[in-house]
């Protein structure tokens, strides 16, 4: 199989996601939650499928319980809507990135850096004399 048609698959796969936590699945434990990333084997038979429930990372469990269940119907869902002779194998991971980042700004802001002071000329100045 193509990247190409291997990438397009996966975000495919990843729009017909967000479009059914969206708006089809009645599950509570699955609102709010966000598609982040999708990756699809060469075979296109299985798919690793990265969510996160934006800003709410205490909900993991809750999701991933609520993910599983469903994973029947997400995968009918998918192989409806995509032209595919089956639909692929999907498997759902909890996506660590966010809260890694927030963890990096947090960093940043507790860092005391004092502000740039503009007393000194920028270097590429030169003063009358040359110099």
């Given at each position: 199989?193509?990247?190409?048609?291997?990438?397009?698959?996966?975000?495919?796969?990843?729009?017909?996601?967000?479009?059914?936590?969206?708006?089809?699945?009645?599950?509570?434990?699955?609102i709010g939650i966000t598609v982040?990333?999708?990756?699809?084997?060469?075979?296109l038979q299985h798919a690793n499928?990265?969510?996160?429930?934006?800003?709410?990372?205490?909900?993991?469990?809750?999701?991933?319980?609520?993910?599983?269940?469903?994973?029947?119907?997400?995968?009918?869902?998918?192989?409806?809507?995509?032209?595919?002779?089956?639909?692929?194998?999907?498997?759902?991971?909890?996506?660590?990135?966010?809260r890694y980042a927030e963890e990096?700004?947090?960093?940043?802001?507790?860092?005391?850096?004092?502000?740039?002071?503009?007393?000194?000329?920028?270097?590429?100045?030169?003063?009358?004399?040359?110099?």
């Amino acid at each position: 199989m193509s990247k190409i048609r291997q990438e397009r698959t996966a975000e495919q796969i990843q729009f017909i996601l967000s479009e059914l936590f969206l708006r089809e699945v009645s599950d509570p434990r699955l609102i709010g939650i966000t598609v982040t990333q999708v990756l699809i084997d060469r075979e296109l038979q299985h798919a690793n499928i990265y969510v996160n429930a934006l800003g709410d990372e205490e909900r993991e469990e809750e999701v991933m319980a609520g993910l599983a269940s469903a994973t029947g119907f997400l995968r009918g869902q998918i192989a409806q809507r995509l032209d595919l002779r089956s639909a692929p194998v999907v498997r759902f991971h909890w996506d660590p990135r966010l809260r890694y980042a927030e963890e990096v700004n947090d960093l940043l802001d507790s860092l005391e850096i004092p502000p740039a002071t503009d007393d000194a000329p920028p270097a590429d100045v030169v003063d009358a004399a040359g110099e």
